[in-house]
């Protein structure tokens, strides 16, 4: 497993730009999918969690809330 931490308000940019021209992200809902939105535009995207995890280039802030 990734040894990745993020929660829901994490901030993060992906590897690939959006096609708005921004780059920053956050986790909105987190489960088997987790959802992103683009701090841009607003649009929401859901990846399955595999396909986040290779996607992620790097967390910015950990503002969510951890539960440890």
């Known amino acids: 497993m990734n040894d990745k ?5 994490t901030t993060l940019t992906m590897k690939k730009q959006h096609p708005c021209g921004g ?5 909105v809902r987190m489960g ?3 959802k992103i939105k683009c ?9 399955p969690r595999i396909e ?3 996607k992620i280039k ?3 802030s ?5 539960n440890e």
């Open 5 to 9: 931490k993020y929660n829901i308000g």
């Open 23 to 27: 780059n920053l992200w956050e986790v």
């Open 32 to 34: 088997a999918d987790i």
């Open 39 to 47: 701090l841009n535009c607003g649009h929401v995207v859901m990846l």
């Open 52 to 54: 986040f995890n290779k």
């Open 58 to 60: 790097k967390i910015i």
């Open 62 to 66: 950990d503002v969510g809330d951890s």
